[in-house]
């Protein structure tokens, strides 16, 4: 017996505080509200919350959640691991438990407070590693934005990608966060000039390539499609989701296989099109995990939006840019500038698409893409509404 | 002398081998016993075979640039008065897919920010040289060039 996911269970609610840096309330606290937010958006108690997903790197635990937000019995509860890969895999795993009956209403949330530097993981000094970071860190590999700028470095030399792909990357994002005002970067504009005159962080790779380190706190409520359609909100229904963790895959320095930049995307893509009734050239809109402006090229080819080597390409002509691009992507402005919440306000943009409310609303958007984290073990949904 | 610098374990057990050969001025790779075929970074079980008996075979030393990086602040404090500095991955002349993590230096103890990054190519050769830091011994590369 196959049990298939396809349209069986629906976001009906979305809920977030707002983004910032030094916000005063705890994480606890801002992972509580983001929640009942949602319950509020689509009208259930949540007393009957009966299922939760999120993060291994969630700090606020289940127990913890419950107590506060005044959930029911839980009956499923799990936890996605790899950082930003994990982000669609708590929703694919709260939406599997409600096709399959483990629960009947499902929240998946993620909270954090990362934005103050002292709190980045790279910046604490560690112990001896035993770990897989003893094989680059010693030698100054030290941030997610120098293990990257390895495999751009490699992009370039092998398709001939140029920082004008990576600029037009940042460039789409910032004049979608520009008409967005939840978006950290609402206020300021971004040029390509500025962009290439921007300081370095790690060469290949300048400040705009980077994403914005943010405290916020996001949330999402699943229930079966016979119950959604009768609640406040419009349906978005879970099409297809995958998981991806191709063979001799190392998370984030994966320089140890044959193909590397190969990625995680290409694994969770071929078991997203298998589930989908349509395939990449139906997708209306896009919001593509973006920590780094080169994972967004490498998606494209790994999703199937354009062949090896043509993802630089594909960003020209203003190809990801609302409302006239190709395929509109994070069109909220996503981690590069709305906010960076380990990639969840992805999730909550490709709702917010398909119930027609985006700051930068595709004409007709009946489906979307939502992508968590390339080079790192790796997730990702397609909607449909 | 502490120095800042994030260190491996050397007592690592499926490790620990990989870092008393480079003290020893051997840049060593794992190698399964039934098939032979060598794996990097070293585990404790053979993904083409699935034996767990293995060996250490030396390698030339010689190799290839395959990406490389510049970092530039903010950084861990002792990487940070080096920046900017140069992160390679080198790609074995024996095997190209078995690659590793360094940094090109003039000389074995030389800095990782003494060669100018405008003047690295990907593809150039290198070979391995050993620098010493506190009690670990990290495998860094030098210029083969035409010798």
């Known amino acids: 017996m196959t049990v298939t996911l396809r349209d069986q269970v629906a976001i009906v609610g979305i809920g977030q505080t707002g983004f910032g840096k030094g916000l005063d309330d705890s994480e606890l606290s801002l992972g509580c509200q983001a929640i009942v937010a949602a319950l509020a958006d689509c009208g259930i108690a949540p007393g009957e919350v009966d299922g939760l997903a999120s993060f291994t790197m969630e700090l606020n635990r289940e127990v913890d959640v419950a107590r506060n937000v005044g959930l029911g019995d839980i009956t499923y509860f799990s936890q996605v691991g790899y950082g930003g890969g994990a982000g669609c895999g708590t929703v694919l795993q709260a939406a599997m438990a409600v096709a399959t009956g483990q629960c009947r209403v499902a929240v ?17 000094v560690p112990p001896r590693l035993s770990d897989h970071w003893q094989w680059s860190r010693p030698f100054g590999l030290l941030r997610p934005v120098d293990e990257v700028a390895m495999l751009a470095r490699r992009y370039f030399h092998e398709y001939g990608g140029t920082r004008d792909h990576l600029a037009n990357v940042a460039l789409a994002f910032r004049k979608h966060a520009n008409r967005n005002p939840a978006a950290t970067m609402h206020d300021k504009p971004l040029t390509r000039e500025q962009y290439m005159d921007a300081r370095w962080i790690s060469e290949p790779l300048c400040l705009f390539d980077n994403c914005l380190e943010t405290d916020g706190a996001l949330a999402v409520v699943l229930v079966g499609a016979d119950r959604a359609v009768d609640l406040a909100q419009r349906p978005v229904f879970v099409h297809s989701g995958a998981q991806g963790l191709p063979r001799q895959h190392q998370t984030m320095i994966n320089y140890f296989n044959d193909d590397p930049l190969e990625g995680p995307s290409w694994a969770a893509a071929r078991q997203l099109w298998r589930g989908a009734e349509f395939g990449p050239a139906d997708v209306k ?64 943009e490709g709702v917010r698409q398909l119930r027609g409310t985006s700051t930068s609303q595709v004409a007709d958007a009946d489906t979307c893409l939502v992508t968590s984290g390339e080079g790192v073990p790796t997730s990702a949904l397609l909607m449909r509404n | 002398m502490e120095t800042g610098f994030v260190l491996p374990d050397l007592d690592g057990e499926d490790t620990a081998e990989f870092w008393a050969g480079c003290q020893r001025g051997e840049l060593l790779v794992q190698a399964c016993d039934a098939c032979r075929r060598w794996r990097f970074p070293p585990r404790p079980m053979c ?5 767990v008996a293995s060996h250490w075979v030396p390698t030339s ?17 002792a990487y940070a008065d080096l920046a900017p500095y140069n992160v390679i991955v080198v790609a074995l002349d024996e095997d190209p897919t078995i690659r590793m993590v360094g940094n090109l230096v003039t000389s074995a103890d030389g800095p990782i920010n003494e060669i100018d990054p405008a003047t690295i190519r990907i593809a150039e050769p290198v070979r391995v040289a050993f620098a010493t830091v506190e009690d670990v011994t990290l495998p860094r590369w030098v210029r083969a060039g035409p010798q």
């Open chain 2, 61 to 77: 030393g010689r190799a290839t640039v395959w990406s490389f990086v510049v970092p530039h602040p903010p950084l861990l404090p």
């Open chain 1, 285 to 348: 809109v896009a919001q593509i995990y973006d920590a780094f402006s080169p994972l967004v090229p490498l998606s494209l080819e790994g999703y199937g939006f354009c062949g090896r080597g043509e993802g630089g390409p594909f960003t020209d002509g203003g190809a990801l840019e609302w409302p006239d691009g190709r395929l509109p992507t994070n069109t909220s402005g996503g981690g590069m500038s709305e906010a960076y919440v380990h990639g969840f306000n992805l999730v909550l």
């Open chain 1, 108 to 124: 998946a949330w993620r909270a954090r407070k990362r934005a103050a530097k002292a709190s980045r993981p790279w910046a604490q």
């Open chain 2, 47 to 51: 993904p083409d075979c699935q034996s």
